[in-house]
T-cell receptor, first 114, second 112 residues
C-alpha cells in the first residue's frame, strides 16, 4: 500500500456521459501526477500539479479533460462527453519526498465507456 | 521526443529459469531510470537507478544501468510463478519535476 488512494476503483459509463475521478495522495506531498494506461501500453503522462498549480499538461489531455487540485491536497480528473477511446486505467502518483522521480502509484480507476 | 523501448515484449519461462529484461532509452537530461512491477493493478516500485555500473539488488531481482550505452537490464533468478507480471521501465529527466516516460513493458509469464 503506497498510501495513495483513488476513487472509484471501477467506473462504467455510457458514451457521452461525464465522469469524475478522485485521488487522495500521501499528505505533505506537493507534487501529484495523473497518468493514463491503455491495454498493452505503459502509463502515459496526462498532467501534474505542484500544490494547487497545474504546471504541465500533455497533448493527450484534450479539452474534454480537466483536472483540479484545490488547496493542494486531493485532486480530481473530470472527463466530459466520454468517448469509447477514453476507456483506460487512470493512475495517480506522488513522488517520495526529496526523490522526485521515485513515484508511487495509487490503485487506479478503471474506466469503461460503452 | 523522449523514448523508452523494452524488449522482449513478452516472455514465457519455466519456474527456476533466470530471465533478463531489457530497457533502452533516449531522453534529454537523463536523471534516473526506474523499474516497476505491474500485476492486475497499479505499478509497484522495484528499483531506481541513477549511476552507471552500480547493481541494485532485492532478493532474486537485480538491475544495473549503463548510461553510456543508454540501457538497463532487470534480472530475475530462480523465477517463481509469483513473478508473473508486466515489468515496466521508466525514465525521469531534468530536476525530477518532470513526469516519468514509460516503455510498453515486458509481460513475463512463469509456468510451473
Amino acid at each position: 500500500d503506497t498510501g495513495v488512494s483513488q476513487n472509484p476503483r471501477h467506473k462504467i459509463t455510457k458514451r457521452g456521459q461525464n465522469v469524475t475521478f478522485r485521488c487522495d495522495p500521501i499528505s505533505e506531498h506537493n507534487r501529484l501526477y495523473w497518468y493514463r494506461q491503455t491495454l498493452g501500453q505503459g502509463p502515459e503522462f496526462l498532467t501534474y500539479f505542484q500544490n494547487e498549480a497545474q504546471l504541465e499538461k500533455s497533448r493527450l489531455l484534450s479539452d474534454r479533460f480537466s483536472a483540479e487540485r484545490p488547496k493542494g491536497s486531493f485532486s480530481t480528473l473530470e472527463i466530459q462527453r466520454t468517448e469509447q477511446g477514453d476507456s483506460a486505467m487512470y493512475l495517480c502518483a506522488t513522488p517520495r519526498p526529496l526523490s522526485y522521480n521515485e513515484q508511487f502509484f495509487g490503485p487506479g480507476t478503471r474506466l469503461t465507456v460503452l | 521526443e523522449d523514448k523508452v523501448v523494452q524488449s522482449p515484449l513478452s516472455l514465457v519461462v519455466h519456474e527456476g529459469d533466470t530471465v533478463t529484461l531489457n530497457c533502452s532509452y533516449e531522453v534529454t537530461n537523463f536523471r534516473s531510470l526506474l523499474w516497476y512491477k505491474q500485476e492486475k493493478k497499479a505499478p509497484t516500485f522495484l528499483f531506481m537507478l541513477t549511476s552507471s555500473g552500480i547493481e541494485k539488488k532485492s532478493g532474486r531481482l537485480s538491475s544495473i544501468l549503463d548510461k553510456k550505452e543508454l540501457f538497463s537490464i532487470l534480472n530475475i533468478t530462480a523465477t517463481q510463478t509469483g513473478d508473473s507480471a508486466v515489468y515496466l521501465c521508466a525514465v525521469g529527466a531534468n530536476s525530477g519535476n518532470t513526469p516519468l516516460v514509460f516503455g510498453k513493458g515486458t509481460r513475463l509469464s512463469v509456468i510451473a
